[in-house]
């Protein structure tokens, strides 16, 4: 390619929307008239919200980057609101936009890469004492290989299910200690029958569903299978019919994948896509100091180029397509951009279809969010994207719960309510206490 070629491309893709454009935007007229989302907006009937909880990776985590997270929630009777990954730190962005533990009761996990679930033990430990959950916490995710030991007597099956058995040995202690002040404690930390082990080798197979196909405000989550590593990674996508509308608002989200079929099948149509996308080769090594080698294992061997994803767009052609589950490194932007439109418009000429359809692509960031409203079945939909604003608060986010009333048992209250709990108050130092004489070495 000439230079001056490039160059035009270049100028090209720069004036496309790219990282941190706060400005409405939209595929039709713009919804939203605000530049900013600020937490706590209203939803509208039959409008979805999307936030980017979480757009890092691996151990690429910071403050402006937490690992991998998406809050769907949808504007309908029942307020329903989904969870999809669950990456390190992104528990700070929910907290930031306001959103209480009891809104994150559905959680699907993509697979079971740290990165993409260790906030998990930490939601379920404090949901239901200092969060506001006071019921159970339903699971998602996906089976896995069976591995055995040496002598092939035994096979552990890496799913979700043996995961979230350690997650409770991990957090006995924990649950142990805050049983006493935990209301409704049984239930909230019991997950027996709420936890949902997706066979990794369906292809469309049903994660959740509520209302029937032919009822008004159907969601169904379905799960198809992604291509990373080793077996045990999916993909969602979530279809809502909203009341009064013939046809679902989609969403799907890749989780970590190299390039699949599955994704071509599965994937298509969607109103919104959030897809990882790995960064160019050069840009792992400059930015993780990684051989060239290391570099091609960490994206050729589990992730999705940015040229694979342009192709991806225009195979599935989804309303937007957003970039997930890379860095946010100024220097490596172009590179990302650029890869997108490329594979975009070279899978588009092999089609034979160059220029009949739009790119319609947005760098992915923390706290971004998306609003896909169609007021009547007849409208088109809407896509708006817009940054939200961050609330940094000093307690934790708690719908107002009457205790009392709703969740302490009679002798709970008469316990709080009690001269005891008071002098409890006091804080006056009572020194060591041990549960039994064999433990209270110090006192013998
Ligand atoms: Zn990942
Ligand atoms: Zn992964």
Known sequence: MTADKKNSKVEAVVSQRTLNSSESTSLGAGSKSSMWFYPGEELADGEMRVTLMGTGWGNVVGPSQKGPSIFVELGNARKDAFVFDVGPGCILNYNAMGIPMSRMNHIFISHLHMDHCSDLPFIYAFGPNLGDRFKKLNIYGPSGPTVYKEDESEGTQLGIKNMIEGMQQF????????????????????????????????????????????????????????????????????????????????????????????????????????HETAPSIDAVMNGANATEEEAYAIVSNSHTPANSLGSIIQKTKPGLAVTTHSPMDPRSMESLIMGVHEGFQESAVSAGVAGTTPLNYQVGADLMVFNLSKPTKDDPLEVTTRMSSLIDRPWPVREKVNLSEDIMDDSEVDYYKSAEAYDATTNESKGPVFADEDTNTTAS
């Not at 709420?194 to 008004?216: F, Q």
């Not at 169904?220 to 590593?229: C, G, L, M, R, T």
């Not at 080793?230 to 509308?245: C, F, Q, V």
């Not at 046809?247 to 079929?261: A, E, M, R």
Request: charged share 20%; proline share 4%; aromatic share 12%.
């Open 171 to 274: 957090t006995q202690w924990h649950t142990t200690s805050f049983a006493s002040m935990t209301y409704g404690a049984d239930e909230s930390y019991n997950l027996e029958g709420n936890v949902t082990e997706l066979d990794y080798r369906a292809c469309g197979g049903t994660a959740y569903e509520t209302g029937g196909e032919d009822e008004e405000d159907h969601v169904i989550i379905k799960h198809f299978p992604a291509v990373h590593i080793i077996d045990g990674a999916i993909s969602y996508r979530l279809e809502w019919t909203p009341k009064g509308h013939d046809k679902p608002i989609v969403l799907v989200y890749s989780g970590d994948t190299l390039p699949n079929d599955f994704m071509l099948e599965y994937g298509a149509g969607a109103d919104l896509l959030v």
